[in-house]
């Protein structure tokens, strides 16, 4: 390609992201590094089938349609000729079940259960569907791909479950209308929820692809939302000592919180007074600041092409993203108490939600999402005698004490019930009834107590 044309510098363009430096500030940050993968392409979210009646493919045939369907996804929407926008049937989808919510962790959860109608209905008359396939895919993408123009750097598709519908050919008729097709799946609890963060997200959906006797295809995609919820436990205490002075920081925090909502922080401190013969040295708080930070670490796998930038397979980019979600400055509030030598304070901390905060994550395919709140203390040292207190003289001295907290950021769980445990009991858990009787017959026992003597006229023997 020649360089100049008619006198003018011919420039390539660059494709190059521009990235954050790795020394920003700290409300908005980011680190970049090379690390080696364990589990980058979440093939441990897969299930045994649990008998519902349906078979995966191989994992030879199931990788090769999730690319396919992973190119298909990302491929431009360029208008069709109008012979090729019809269709021969119409796909449609009806949820029955709640939306999705995991109750407790990774470990603990039981999952969820899902139900729905796939609705199929012919364009213009009678038509033979060959197969009609549901994919529950998984859907992973970085926003930082170790190659920028590469669409299996960026985006992984795995898929979690498949449903089989026609087991041989089978013709739609017009005149019936739209036809139902019924599918259900237990969603394992270990799976990461639905996230979209600043620099990796993971999303699900529903995917059908139907495809006619005589080769065309017509494809549905619906988002499937999976959110977790933390059930509350008892309140955290912490403590912070700060050396070289007496002084100690008793931290309440609630043991999770939610994206929406404030939540109450106790604080006291203690050792602010120091007390001689005829003089005292004491601490008085200034100002309080608290922040909330949002830190979320993202690992970049590297496709089979571009696996030599990253130093061979199994291997891929960290990046590390932080910024702020809440924060706030605090001056008054609090009760000092020389005497006693403490201070008590209670105040309520919030995330901002114009800051689309994201909920705790840790997925093994390198997606982390973690939360600490800050809390810093500007103090300044005083100087005042025994017998007049009140006339204290600051000396100059200052102090800036900063300590850390984790939070547990979650959605809100409701009203906390599981699936199982809204279930009936099966057959197998009812007793046996009605019981069994002594010698397998009935008898009559004259009974002679002294407790109803005053009542034996109006008790009476209905047959």
Known sequence: MPTRLFGLELKRPSHQLDYPSPVASRKNSSTTAVVELKNPTMEHFKRPNIGLGKKHASHEKRDKQSKERSQSKHKDAAPAPAKAMMKPVKLGMIMES???????????A???????????????GDVVMNTIVMYLECTTTTARPVEARCRECMSTVTDLYEWNFLSKPKTFKATEGTQELPFSHLIPGHLPALTHGQIGTIDYSLHVRAKSSDGQETELRRELIIQRALRPGNDKNSVRIFPPTDLTLHVTL????????????????????????????????RKL?????????????ACAKHAAKVGGEGKGMQHTHDREIGTDELKVGWKTDFSDGQIDGEF????NSAAKPQCEVDAPNGLKISHILVIELVIA??????????QATPTGAARVLRTQFNLHVTERAGMGISWDDEMPPTYEDVPASPPHYQADHTY????????????????????
């Open 98 to 108: 709640p939306p999705i919510l995991f109750l407790g962790g990774p470990q603990e």
């Open 110 to 124: 039981t999952g969820a259960i899902i139900s729905g109608r796939l609705q199929v209905s012919p364009s213009a």
């Open 254 to 285: 609630p043991s999770i919180i939610h994206p929406i909502g404030e939540f109450p922080i106790t604080c006291r401190m203690t050792g602010v007074t120091n007390k001689r013969n005829d003089t005292q040295t004491r601490w008085r708080l």
């Open 289 to 301: 600041t608290w922040r909330i930070e949002e830190k979320e670490i993202m690992i970049s796998p």
């Open 348 to 351: 309520m901390a919030a995330i």
């Open 381 to 390: 040292e005083e100087w005042a005698p025994n017998k007049k207190p009140d």
């Open 444 to 463: 009559l026992r004259e009974y002679s107590g002294e407790d109803i003597r005053g009542d034996m006229e109006q008790l009476t023997l209905e047959h």
